[in-house]
């Protein structure tokens, strides 16, 4: 079985200041890794996607995540953060050889104050 | 285009009663997900259907909790004998393919009095 630990459940942070918000993962089988984004009273949205390929992942809005198979991790940054990016974050699992569903973390939630 | 629609967005019952949760997936999407998400946690996976089909469903708790999709598009979540720990918001994701992105619906917010 799968699972997913965000450390952190809350993040406070400064507009225009850097966060990361923390991922790791434990899986006996290889797997792909996802970011997902809740904004207040909305569904969840996929943020990036590691698959294969690069180990690190950039979002269009300015996040990023890089894939570290030796510390199992997919932490996620953003150099400098807008109020418009509170919301709460997710990562998740999925293992390749077996569908698709998905094994989130408890989520992190971001307030970006001013 | 629409995205995934679930209905009710509340629904609030007595323990013992029965519900139903309906899941309208993007139009063309083959693989249908359903996850439950309790307060202060991340969403957990129930069930997926692949077509008509439950391709897995390793995730329902017991066998109160049971869902169909019988000509393979619109999914629906029946729990019989609510129990307060039911309470929950229940997400239904659908993907083109199976191992496609998913896409989520909005949520049912369930409430168990």
């Known amino acids: 079985a799968q699972s997913v630990t965000q450390l952190d459940s809350q993040v406070p942070v400064f507009e225009e200041a850097p966060v990361e918000l923390r991922c790791n993962y434990s899986?006996?089988?290889?797997?792909?890794l996802f970011w997902y984004v809740q904004y207040p009273n909305q569904g969840l949205q996929l943020l990036l996607k590691?698959?294969?390929?690069?180990?690190l992942v950039e979002s269009i809005n300015g996040f990023e995540a890089e894939f570290n198979k030796s510390q199992t991790s997919f932490h996620l940054r953003k150099p400098s953060v807008h109020i418009s990016d509170t919301a709460e974050y997710f990562c998740?699992?999925?293992?390749?050889?077996?569908?698709?569903?998905?094994?989130f973390g408890g989520g992190t939630r971001v307030l970006v104050k001013p | 285009g629409a995205g995934v629609s679930q209905t009710p967005s509340n629904k609030v019952t007595e323990k013992g009663k029965y519900v139903e949760l309906r899941c309208d997936p993007i139009?063309?999407?083959?693989?249908l997900y359903w996850y439950r998400q309790s307060l202060g946690q991340g969403p957990e996976f129930l069930i997926y259907?692949?077509?008509?089909?439950?391709?897995?469903d390793s995730g329902l708790p017991n066998d109160r909790f049971f869902a169909v999709r019988p000509e393979g598009s619109v999914s629906t979540l029946k729990i019989q004998r609510t129990e307060r720990g039911d309470s929950a918001v229940y997400l239904c994701?659908?993907?083109?393919?199976?191992?496609?992105?998913?896409?989520f619906g909005p949520g049912t917010r369930l409430t168990v009095l």
């Open positions: 994701a659908s993907s083109l393919i199976v191992r496609g992105e998913q896409f």
């Open positions: 899986s006996s089988v290889s797997v792909y």
């Open positions: 590691y698959l294969s390929g690069s180990t």
């Open positions: 998740a699992v999925s293992v390749k050889a077996a569908g698709n569903k998905l094994t």
């Open positions: 139009s063309g999407h083959t693989a």
């Open positions: 259907f692949q077509g008509t089909g439950a391709a897995d």
